[in-house]
């Protein structure tokens, strides 16, 4: 009989910001989702921001898993919420942002929604 506690249910985000935005304003859209989203409804997102630098070939992106911060299991409303947040803010160009799946998933592929504005 396995004794082991499954892995939590978690959620993978990839959000393009417009291509040569400064740290600083990156900064200010990661904070943004953080404080007025995740902080206010358990949420944690385990990741930050990707692709800076002076000659950055890519667009500035925020990658990481949403979690609950207590460690228990993403739902699909949360999911929900975190989707609709990255569709109403003007500057995440497009998203993908995975189906649940458990944390220790091989391999995380975008499977949910995969939005370009």
Same mark, same amino acid.
């Given at each position: 009989?396995?004794?082991?506690?499954?892995?939590?249910?978690?959620?993978?985000?990839?959000?393009?910001?417009?291509?040569?935005?400064?740290?600083?304003? #990156?900064? +200010? !859209?990661?904070?943004?989702? *953080?404080?007025? =989203?995740?902080?206010?409804?358990?949420?944690?997102?385990?990741?930050? =921001?990707?692709?800076?630098?002076?000659?950055?070939?890519?667009?500035?992106? !925020? &990658?990481? =898993? &949403?979690?609950? #911060?207590?460690?228990?299991?993403?739902?699909?409303?949360?999911?929900?919420?975190?989707?609709?947040?990255?569709?109403?803010?003007? *500057?995440?160009?497009?998203?993908?942002?995975?189906?649940?799946?458990? #944390?220790?998933?091989? +391999?995380? *592929?975008?499977?949910?929604?995969? &939005? +370009?504005?």
């Amino acid at each position: 009989m396995n004794m082991t506690k499954p892995s939590e249910l978690v959620s993978e985000l990839r959000a393009t910001l417009p291509h040569g935005l400064d740290l600083k304003s #990156a900064e +200010k !859209i990661l904070h943004a989702l *953080q404080d007025n =989203l995740l902080v206010l409804t358990g949420l944690y997102l385990n990741g930050g =921001l990707n692709h800076f630098g002076d000659q950055a070939e890519f667009s500035p992106e !925020i &990658v990481g =898993l &949403v979690t609950r #911060a207590d460690g228990s299991d993403l739902s699909e409303r949360e999911r929900s919420k975190v989707e609709a947040w990255l569709v109403a803010t003007p *500057q995440v160009l497009e998203f993908s942002l995975s189906a649940l799946k458990p #944390a220790n998933s091989p +391999k995380f *592929q975008p499977t949910g929604s995969d &939005v +370009k504005k």
